[in-house]
């Protein structure tokens, strides 16, 4: 469905790297805006004679209760059934909108971000997320008028809720390891932070036979990755060493991200799972292409691993979808991010942090080794990532800033690389620096950061 005269090559004035995402009550974040995306979206998605149906699902944040009912509106305001599942992760709402045989799926975060933020993440009935030109399109429609071509009072939708969700999707993800696996002498911390995944991923684990130790636990509309999960995986570091525990597991807000602490507290980030899934599919034959996708962002010691292990490592711009897209595009299976996003499409087509954890619990068990000796998989070489707020509308035009990046390059000389862009899902600037010289990338990038501020 394409609307006429639509110019597929504009920028996106509502949708980000990762859905629509801003500061609750401002911006592209408010109760008329995400209504007017149910309705464009339903719009979108309307095609044939048939029952259309969303599945909607939401994180734990506060203003969860403002954008489910705006959406639903929305949707039933156009002929569309919604099915609404409450706090479950991303990668279930995926799943859940294929196997429901669903026309869309939605899914209400700000994934990482704390509760200040909130966003939608839209799903197609493939259970993969949209690509930008249906995103356009979507676009066009919200900015459109709606008095027009709206179903007669007797065609509108209905709501209501699935109570067996959870069921459902715990199943999915124990049916990603083989039969009889078992988790029993494990003790394990797992940390949901006070996200989408407080109720599934303990008991994911514990099915399983784990010894779970869960925090993060506790949501209360506020504390959605606040100083714990993925994006804080300190907390997990002090309590896989305060509990002894084999492994700590450290998901964000939506548990589409896994980060890893061994036994000792050390903690592995996305580059080193996706190397040990690589090297492990491989050597199993799972791994399709012979290739792995990882964006842009992901160390030098992971491709030069992978290069040592006869793999190929395809880079992407940053975000998960952008990942997806490339191995949808290639014909392979596996690809991620070093922030956590590990894509295993065999089994899902989203980035899912509890998929991801048990293939890494499935090495430590097969193996018979500490998490400390089979993680991590590669040195990585020296790596200083930093964020920074900017004031100017495009601070990487600024010639303050342009004076700083060349200069950093060119001190570099030849012996790492630089990497700054403005994130698509906060008001930051990300600056990285990796090279052999520690001390000279942490001044590089603090050099950087300084012009942003000076911009």
């Not at 975060?109 to 993969?128: M, Q």
Request: negative net charge; hydrophobic residues 40%; glycine residues 10%.
């Amino acid at each position: 469905m394409q609307q006429k005269g639509l110019n597929l090559n504009k920028k996106h004035k509502y949708f980000g790297t990762d859905g629509i995402r801003g500061k609750v009550n401002a911006s592209s974040m408010t109760a008329e805006t995400v209504m007017r995306v149910g309705m464009a979206a339903g719009r979108y998605f309307t095609r044939g004679e048939h029952r259309h149906r969303v599945v909607i699902g939401k994180d734990t944040r506060l203003s969860g209760y403002v954008f489910e009912p705006a959406l639903t509106a929305g949707f039933v305001a156009v002929g569309m059934d919604v099915i609404m599942v409450g706090p479950m992760p991303t990668p279930a709402i995926s799943m859940l909108t294929k196997s429901m045989r669903a026309d869309l799926g939605v899914m209400i975060t700000a994934s990482h971000n704390t509760f200040h933020d909130n966003g939608i993440k839209l799903f197609g009935p493939d259970g993969f997320k949209l690509c930008d030109a249906a995103e356009l399109e979507i676009e066009a429609l919200m900015d459109s008028a709606f008095s027009d071509g709206l179903p007669k009072p007797h065609l509108t939708g209905r709501a209501q809720r699935l109570e067996d969700v959870s069921g459902r999707y715990i199943e999915f993800v124990k049916n990603t390891v083989e039969p009889g696996f078992s988790l029993e002498g494990l003790k394990i911390v797992v940390d949901c932070a006070n996200g989408a995944a407080y109720k599934v991923a303990p008991t994911v684990l514990w099915e399983l036979g784990a010894e779970v130790i869960p925090i993060g636990v506790e949501p209360n509309g506020f504390n959605i990755n606040k100083d714990c999960g993925s994006t804080y995986p300190e907390l997990i570091a002090r309590n896989v060493r305060k509990y002894g525990a084999d492994l700590g597991l450290a998901l964000d807000g939506d548990a589409d991200r896994l980060i890893v602490a061994d036994e000792q507290g050390n903690i592995i980030d996305g580059d080193q799972l996706l190397a040990l899934a690589a090297g492990s599919w491989q050597e199993k034959g799972k791994l399709k292409g012979n290739a792995v996708v990882a964006s842009v962002m992901s160390n030098l010691g992971l491709e030069h691993y992978l290069k040592g292990q006869g793999i190929d490592l395809i880079r992407t711009k940053v975000g998960d979808r952008y990942v997806l897209e490339a191995l949808r595009d290639k014909g392979l299976n596996l690809g991620g991010e070093q922030s956590g996003h590990i894509i295993f499409t065999d089994y899902v087509s989203t980035g899912d942090g509890l998929i991801a954890a048990l293939q890494v619990l499935s090495e430590l068990v097969s193996r018979q080794i500490p998490a400390s000796e089979l993680l991590p998989v590669f040195e990585a070489v020296p790596q200083c990532l930093k964020s920074v707020k900017y004031k100017t509308a495009k601070p990487l035009e600024n010639p303050i800033v342009k004076d700083a990046m060349a200069a950093a390059t060119k001190q570099l000389d030849g012996t790492g690389r630089i990497l700054v862009r403005q994130s698509g899902t906060e008001d930051v600037i990300r600056v990285m620096a990796e090279g052999e010289d520690e001390g000279l990338i942490k001044k590089l990038v603090d050099d950087i950061c300084t012009a942003v501020k000076a911009a």
